[in-house]
């Protein structure tokens, strides 16, 4: 029987890195959350260990990096196996090695900092909406519990509860080519990026602590099971028909396995139900790409939400999470289908891959696939305009206010949007008319004047930035026509004349 009721305005299910980060971005946004975890203590499994630079953008205009403190990175990532320099125009390029538990730590210090309620020992049980809000019932460690919330954000990964609950569509494929994995101690193996090798594909990293993580792939092989199922005795077995290593005399830490089986919801919003990270789309967690996706989402949907069960946005505006977020799904997950065909194809992928390894060296190519598994070539619509920004992350830029010197990624810090207005400080009358049509906006965005230090994109100009950091309006010097619309369409309806947040 449910003898506990709580209300709240979004229960989140699930406390991996996608939940966590959800969280904190609901709380910033002035919204109540709930987390909601089946496990009592936090995952300890060897998962996921690769933020890419949009990632580190990210932590950054949240203050997360010092927290991260200074991880190793390398320029040289891969595109299916295939070496790729991943230098960009960021301060953060190339890859940096975060473990997964790591990240979920900082992550759930900050969410449970800014006062997210994440409740362990917590299994999602039922899940139902109706027209006012949506009933949750989860057993814990007080029996079965009963949450009402406005809102609920699957954030329970690849074999979501919720997903199932409601009865969403996520068709699998049958047979799948299976890599399968172990973080190994005692063992003295050469290490191995991406070697092709005549029947199957052989990985072995040694890290500083002496554990050899391998992983193999026998070419050809398919077969269908379930996530994470493999015993270190298969792994060893198929290291030694692939290498002709034993390693059989090794101390397994963990053995897993992943597919390149790749699957989305064809709707990340159910009205009150909506789907973030593994639980919406599933992919080969090759490069990171997996994680990176899944706190991108996060990182979308969290101030929207926020605003709605504020009162203060519409539904269109959370329905731009599906619209943008899927779009940027399905472009990674076919980046990551072509990968997996170059790297788990056996002899018959050769000439393809000699091809594309011809190509990636040329500039524009490298380029495009950088900024591609980098989260760097992200373009929302946002709607029509001239300026080369539009709809793409606002570059990291020094900048100098009249308050002193700053930078965008610390403009955001707080979460609100901010309204960049490039003028000299002689320009007085221009900012305070763009200051003055912000101001009903007080709570939801800072009013900023500055002189940017370097790039020539932004001088003269205004722009408005999302608290997700990208950018939506842009003025020329002369004209700030539509600056209202654009308000009203990424912010909500006007909420008070006065008191606007500025650093003028
Ligand atoms: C075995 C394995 C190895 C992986 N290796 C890599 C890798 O090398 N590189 C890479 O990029 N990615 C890897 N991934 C993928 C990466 O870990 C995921 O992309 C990432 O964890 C997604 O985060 P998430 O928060 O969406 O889901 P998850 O991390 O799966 O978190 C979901 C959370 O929901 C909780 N939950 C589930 N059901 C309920 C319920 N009913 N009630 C309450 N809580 C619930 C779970 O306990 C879990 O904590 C791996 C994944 C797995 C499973």
Redesign the pocket.
């Known amino acids: 029987m449910t003898r506990i009721r709580t209300t709240t305005q979004v229960v989140v299910?699930?406390?991996?890195?996608?939940?966590?980060?959800l969280a904190g971005e609901l709380k910033l946004g002035g919204a109540e959350v709930i987390v909601?975890?089946?496990?009592d203590a936090?995952?300890t499994?060897?998962?996921?260990?690769?933020l890419h630079a949009r990632t580190m953008e990210i932590l950054d205009s949240r203050g997360l990096l010092a927290s991260v403190g200074k991880p190793s990175n390398d320029a040289m990532g891969h595109f299916g196996g295939l070496p790729l320099d991943l230098t960009l125009p960021s301060p953060y390029p190339g890859q940096w090695k975060v473990t997964?538990t790591r990240l979920?730590q900082i992550l759930q210090q900050w969410a449970a900092s800014l006062g997210a309620d994440i409740r362990r020992g917590?299994?999602?049980?039922s899940v139902t909406a109706g027209d006012g809000g949506v009933e949750i019932h989860?057993t814990g460690p007080e029996g079965l519990v009963r949450f009402d919330a406005d809102y609920v954000v699957a954030?329970?990964?690849?074999?979501?509860?919720?997903r199932r609950l409601v009865g969403v569509d996520f068709p699998n494929s049958e047979l799948e080519r299976v890599m399968i994995?172990a973080d190994v101690a005692g063992i003295q193996i050469p290490n191995r990026r991406f070697q092709r090798l005549a029947k199957g594909l052989a990985i072995a990293a040694r890290r500083e602590d002496g554990v050899t993580r391998v992983m193999v792939h026998e070419f050809g092989r398919t077969e269908k099971r379930g996530?994470?199922q493999a015993s270190f005795a298969e792994v060893a077995d198929i290291w030694m028909r692939v290498t002709g290593e034993d390693i059989r005399g090794g101390t397994p830490l963990w053995v897993?396995?992943?597919s390149d089986g790749s699957c989305q919801l064809t709707h990340y919003r159910h009205g009150r139900i909506l789907f973030?990270?593994?639980?919406?789309h599933r992919?080969m967690?090759?490069?990171?790409?997996?994680?990176?996706?899944?706190?991108q989402?996060?990182f979308n949907l969290g101030w929207k939400l926020a605003l709605c069960v504020r009162g203060q946005a519409s539904q269109e505006l959370l329905d731009t999470y599906h619209h943008e977020r899927h779009r940027v799904g399905e472009s990674v997950l076919s980046n990551i289908k072509a990968q997996a065909m170059l790297l788990l194809g056996g002899p018959e992928v050769e000439a393809l891959r000699n091809l594309i390894g011809k190509l990636i060296p040329h500039d524009d190519v490298r380029t495009d696939f950088a900024s591609m598994i980098s989260g760097l070539d992200i373009r929302y619509d946002v709607g029509a305009g001239a300026h080369p920004l539009l709809g793409a992350r606002m570059p990291h830029t020094e900048l100098t206010t009249t308050s002193g010197a700053t930078d965008t990624a610390t403009l955001l810090r707080g979460g609100r949007g901010v309204l960049l207005v490039f003028a000299d400080s002689d320009d007085r009358a221009r900012f305070e008319q763009l200051h003055a049509q912000a101001a009903p906006w007080a709570g939801q965005i800072q009013v900023v004047q500055a002189k940017p230090l370097q790039n020539e994109l932004l001088a003269g100009g205004a722009l408005l930035v999302r608290p997700d950091g990208y950018v939506v309006w842009s003025a020329t010097s002369t004209d700030s026509s539509e600056l209202t619309t654009a308000l009203r369409r990424w912010f909500g309806a006007p909420q008070s004349q006065t008191g606007i947040g500025d650093r003028s």
Do not use: W, Y
């Open positions: 299910v699930g406390a991996g890195p996608v939940g966590l980060m909601l975890e089946k496990l936090p995952m499994e060897s998962r996921a260990s690769t997964q979920e917590h299994e999602v049980t989860a954030c329970d990964g690849e074999n979501s509860t919720v994995r996530a994470a897993n396995s992943f973030a990270g593994d639980s919406a992919q967690p090759i490069g990171g790409q997996a994680l990176n996706l899944g706190l989402d996060a």
